[in-house]
């Protein structure tokens, strides 16, 4: 028998690398969000912030806001509300942006301190492991975005019901896309500094060509072009799903432009992270 034969031979009857098993999977995303909880609570001034934010948009800022826009009738509600009842589902918006872009920053830190290179070498797809991440980071989002709620109401700026409850989806689906858009960023921005300066820069023309703080027909009362520019932000249709979803509706058609960005941004970020690797291997 040659050499080819037999080299042939042993290729066939070698073991085929067996895949992690499902527990092996569950382990990992649980231990991650462990990972990411405790990194949290661990970081308080993070914690007050999360919650110091939207609070005083909502009692500061929306008392200047409401003289000027006053009081309208918007889908979903069927009369006149104040403005702090219109900015609120923004404000849970925004904590879901904050926090997106936060966790990718300490990614970002990860993969400076040699963190992240140690957790992508687990036995497991590096897609399933920044999947996970993604997934400790929106959990976190969420829960943020419920305390603010309550707090809100304790204040008399909410009022609790289903829709609190039917929110949840809604939350988590516009959570896992604004996290993706930070897992793209961080998959490119590779130095903390330079990604301070880029979270900023996206996180607020994101947030103020929105419908977060004013409804789309106020911003084409000033220009065609902004109202166009806020209509194509993704962070506009995760507001207003979010905003008929505190209100116990549903707005399919903004969920789906939710789901689609999240599934790109998500996309970029995967093939960021891969560019890298293949990066790192040739040299």
């Not at 939207?54 to 800022?61: A, D, G, M, S, T």
């Not at 925004?94 to 957790?119: A, H, K, P, Y």
Request: glycine share 8%; with cysteine.
């Amino acid at each position: 028998m040659t050499d080819t034969a037999l080299s042939t031979a042993s290729a066939a009857h070698a073991p085929c690398p067996r895949r992690p098993a499902p527990r092996v999977w569950a382990l990992a995303m649980g231990w991650i969000v462990r990972r990411e909880a405790l990194r949290f609570l661990g970081q308080r001034a993070r914690l007050v912030s999360a919650l110091v934010r939207p609070l005083v948009w909502l009692l500061v800022f929306a008392a200047g806001f409401r003289a000027a826009l006053g009081l309208s009738i918007t889908p979903p509600y069927q009369t006149y509300i104040t403005y702090e009842t219109y900015i609120l589902p923004g404000l849970c918006a925004m904590i879901l942006l904050f926090n997106g872009m936060q966790s990718s920053l300490g990614l970002v830190l990860d993969r400076e301190t040699g963190t992240m290179r140690l957790l992508l070498t687990a036995p497991l797809p590096r897609w399933w492991l920044l999947t996970s991440k993604l997934v400790a980071s929106t959990l976190i989002s969420v829960l943020q975005v419920y305390a603010f709620l309550g707090i809100a109401a304790a204040l008399g700026h909410a009022d609790p019901g289903w829709g609190w409850l039917l929110a949840l989806p809604t939350l988590f689906l516009s959570g896992l896309m604004l996290g993706a858009l930070g897992l793209a960023l961080s998959s490119t921005v590779r130095q903390l500094e330079n990604f301070a300066g880029v979270m900023n820069f996206v996180i607020f023309p994101m947030f103020f060509l929105s419908s977060a703080l004013y409804p789309l027909w106020k911003m084409a009362e000033a220009s065609a072009l902004l109202r166009d520019i806020c209509a194509a932000n993704p962070f506009t249709h995760a507001v207003e799903a979010i905003r008929f979803a505190l209100h116990g509706q549903a707005n399919w058609p903004a969920m789906g432009w939710v789901a689609l960005a999240g599934a790109v941004f998500l996309g970029l970020a995967l093939a960021g992270f891969e560019a890298g690797r293949g990066r790192r291997r040739a040299r």
